[in-house]
């Protein structure tokens, strides 16, 4: 055609081809979608990772959990001489001019007193008797002490028991009556155990905040007291002795 462009060429065979290459593109995108799957869905049947666990804060230190055993009160004993219940009267005077005053009493045997660690030791080294306390409050009623006492078959065997405290063995700790018009302490308190050994005899005293709070350390006012009426008692047991 004049001015126009000749028509293409056309070629044997040729219409079979492009069917052929639309098929077979089809095709493999089919198998690649396939792999594609399985590729993917490989690892459905796999367990989770397992789960990352982080250590847990560090305790805090509390004092040995003792519970709450509370003395009944009883009137005034006084009185002298070597008989726990006559060293344990209704007040004492320290040497250094403190009044404490009782707040209740206790006697119990050894084994049913003792916190577990003692509880260990008292199978080698028995008490004789019942182990008396009792309850003070230190002028101010601000410091509560129990102070117990009990007695063993020889001194040595007194000694292997107070030494026990070095190792956390003492007696279950007391608090007031409810009647002597004391508050009671928060659970479990903290509180410093101190012990003397004289003769056959050990003495403890165990001195806390009446409110319940920390005690302080060695040079503090719940340590110095537990001391001064600790002292104060076992004096009076060596010189009735």
Not at 209 to 235: C, D, K, P, Q, Y
Request: charged residues 15%; proline residues 10%; hydrophobic residues 35%.
């Amino acid at each position: 055609m004049p001015g126009g462009f000749p028509p293409p060429p056309r070629r044997s065979g040729g219409g079979a081809a492009v069917p052929l290459l639309i098929v077979g593109g089809m095709v493999l995108l089919a198998l690649i979608g396939v792999g594609a799957f399985v590729v993917l869905n490989s690892g459905d049947d796999k367990d989770d990772p397992p789960a990352i666990t982080f250590p847990s804060a560090r305790p805090t230190y509390t004092p040995p959990s003792t519970g709450s055993i509370e003395p009944s009160p009883t009137t005034s004993l006084g009185g002298g001489g070597s008989d726990p219940t006559s060293l344990l009267s209704a007040t004492v005077r320290t040497a250094k001019g403190n009044t404490f005053t009782r707040a209740g009493t206790r006697t119990e045997s050894c084994i049913t007193r003792a916190n577990t660690k003692l509880l260990s030791r008292l199978r080698t080294d028995p008490c004789i008797g019942s182990m008396y306390s009792a309850v003070y409050a230190n002028p101010s009623r601000t410091i509560i002490t129990s102070v117990s006492i009990a007695k063993f078959a020889t001194p040595s065997a007194a000694s292997r028991i107070g030494n026990a405290t070095d190792a956390q063995g003492w007696p279950k700790l007391l608090t007031p009556s409810d009647a002597s018009g004391l508050p009671q302490p928060r659970a479990n308190p903290a509180y410093w155990t101190r012990t003397w050994t004289r003769g056959s005899s050990v003495i403890y005293a165990q001195s806390y905040w009446t409110h319940g709070g920390a005690t302080g350390g060695r040079t503090g006012s719940v340590f110095a007291t537990a001391g001064e009426l600790g002292v104060e008692i076992t004096n009076a047991l060596l010189f009735t002795n």
